[in-house]
C-alpha cells in the first residue's frame, strides 16, 4: 500500500513553493486570504516607483513613458482578462466593487411594469442586498414585491443547483436580473456560473455576477459562459492591499450598444480627443467607456505587483491545481485528527468550492475557539453566527501550514 504523503513530501514536490517567500505573512499562520490578501514584497517597490516617477515628472508623469498615468489601468487588463476568461475589451479595473455593480445595474436593470424582478441569495453579502434593495426603489419599484431572495432548504447550508434552476424558471416571465455572487462568502460554495447564465437568459433575464470571493480562487469564463456583466474587489485572493481597485466586465456583445443607460464621466470617452475637452460624449469601444475617473495609481500599482506574481506561477489553473491538493489534504487531515469535533460546512465536491473552508465547531463554541485562535496568531476570520473561515491560498500557503493549523486547532477545541 502506498503511503499517504506527509506535508514536508507534499511541499518539497510542489513547484509553486517558492513564491512563498514572495509575500509578507503577519502571524504564526495566515490563513486570511479570504478576507485580504497577504503583501507581495514586490508591492512597496512599484508603489515607490510611482512615488519617483511624481517626485521627478509631476504632471508630466500623466502622459511619460511606459507607466503613464492616463494609461495605468491598461497595464492590468490583459491580466485580469485571463483570471475571469474574458477579452481584453471585455475588462477594466476601476472603482470599489459595490460602485462598479451599482455602475452596472444602472446599465443592466432595466425593470418594466411586467418584469421588474431581482433575484439575489437570501444570504447574500450585505452590499449585494443594499445595492439591489437601492436600485429596485430608485426606479420606483418595492423590494418587497420586486426582490426575490434565494435560501437553502430547510436544514441544508448551501444552495442546490436544481433549486437555483427552478427560481429562475417560476420567476421567468418577471424576471429582470439574477445577480448571484461567483463564491458564497460565508459557506464558499461556488455558484453552478454557466448553468445559471443559460437559464437566465432563457427567462429573458439579464445575470451578472460578484466576484469578489471567485476571482484569483477558481478558473472562470466569463465569455464562453455569455455572462453579461460582473464585478469584483481585488484586496482578497488578488492581493491589491485593502481598499485597492476593483474591477468590471462586460460581455462584448453589450460594450457597443447604445441603447445601454449608464453614467458618464470624461475618462469613458474617446481617448483621443479627449482632452480637446469637448461635452459631447464619445464611448470608447470598450467596457472601458464605464469609466468615470482616471486611476488611481498608487493603489493599481500595488495590484500590479500581485498580478504579475499570478503570471509567475503559470495562471489561475496552475494555482488552481495546487489549492485542489490542498484541499484534498486539509480534507482528510480536518477528518482524521478532528473528526466530528469539527465540521465542514464547504461542499465537498471540488467544482462546488474553492480554496475557503468555512468550520463550524461541533460543540457550539466557535467563537471561543476562535479567540483562541487568534490569541495563538492564527489569522483567520469569524463569520456570525458560528462559522470560522480558514482559507489556505496557493500562492503563499504551504502544505505545512494547513498541517500546524490542524494540530492547533485540535489543542483548542480538546
Known amino acids: 500500500m502506498t503511503a499517504t504523503p506527509t506535508a514536508a513530501e507534499l511541499d518539497a514536490a510542489d513547484p509553486l513553493a517558492p513564491l512563498r517567500d514572495a509575500f509578507h505573512l503577519p502571524g504564526e499562520l495566515y490563513l486570511v486570504g479570504n478576507s485580504l490578501g497577504a503583501l507581495p514584497k514586490s508591492g512597496p517597490e512599484y508603489i515607490t516607483t510611482e512615488f519617483e516617477r511624481w517626485a521627478t515628472l509631476g504632471v508630466e508623469g500623466h502622459f511619460t513613458g511606459e507607466l503613464a498615468w492616463q494609461d495605468y489601468h491598461t497595464l492590468v487588463t490583459d491580466q485580469l482578462a485571463r483570471l475571469v476568461g474574458a477579452g481584453h475589451d471585455e475588462v477594466v479595473a476601476m472603482n470599489g466593487l459595490t460602485v462598479n455593480l451599482h455602475l452596472l445595474m444602472i446599465s443592466f436593470y432595466r425593470p418594466t411594469p411586467e418584469r421588474h424582478k431581482v433575484l439575489i441569495e437570501a444570504h447574500a453579502f450585505p452590499s449585494d442586498h443594499f445595492a439591489a434593495e437601492s436600485q429596485i426603489r430608485q426606479r420606483g419599484f418595492d423590494p418587497a414585491e420586486s426582490l426575490i431572495t434565494l435560501a ?73 459562459w455569455n455572462v453579461d456583466f460582473a464585478a469584483w474587489c481585488s484586496y482578497k485572493y488578488l492581493n491589491s492591499g485593502p ?172
Open 152 to 224: 437553502p432548504r430547510s436544514g441544508e447550508e448551501t444552495l442546490r443547483g436544481d433549486d437555483i434552476l427552478s427560481a429562475i424558471a417560476a420567476h421567468g416571465d418577471e424576471l429582470a436580473l439574477i445577480m448571484l455572487p461567483g463564491v458564497q462568502y460565508y459557506t464558499g460554495q461556488v455558484m453552478p456560473m454557466a448553468a445559471i447564465t443559460r437559464a437566465g437568459h432563457a427567462a429573458g433575464a439579464v445575470v451578472g455576477f460578484d466576484l469578489a470571493h471567485a476571482i484569483g480562487n477558481i478558473e472562470l469564463d466569463l465569455h464562453e
Open 243 to 414: 481598499g485597492g481597485v476593483a474591477g468590471a466586465y462586460v460581455h462584448r456583445r453589450h460594450v457597443a450598444d447604445p441603447s445601454l443607460p449608464k453614467l458618464l464621466g470624461w475618462w469613458g470617452t474617446n481617448t483621443s480627443t479627449r482632452f480637446e475637452m469637448t461635452t459631447e460624449f464619445d464611448a470608447i469601444p470598450t467596457v472601458e467607456s464605464w469609466q468615470l475617473s482616471n486611476a488611481p495609481v498608487l493603489a493599481m500599482a500595488a495590484l500590479r505587483a500581485s498580478l504579475d506574481l499570478f503570471d509567475e506561477a503559470g495562471g489561475i489553473a496552475a494555482l488552481r491545481a495546487k489549492s485542489e491538493r490542498q484541499i484534498g489534504f486539509f480534507d482528510r487531515r480536518l477528518t482524521e485528527v478532528l473528526g466530528d469535533r469539527v465540521i465542514n460546512i464547504t461542499p465537498t465536491a471540488l467544482e462546488e468550492r474553492g480554496c475557503q473552508f468555512a468550520l463550524r465547531v461541533a460543540a457550539g463554541d466557535g467563537k471561543r475557539v476562535y479567540e483562541e485562535l487568534e490569541a495563538a496568531r492564527v489569522l483567520c476570520d469569524w463569520r456570525e453566527p458560528d462559522v470560522i473561515r480558514v482559507a489556505p491560498v496557493p500562492l503563499y500557503n504551504s502544505f505545512a501550514d494547513i498541517e500546524r493549523f490542524i494540530e492547533i486547532l485540535d489543542g483548542i477545541v480538546q
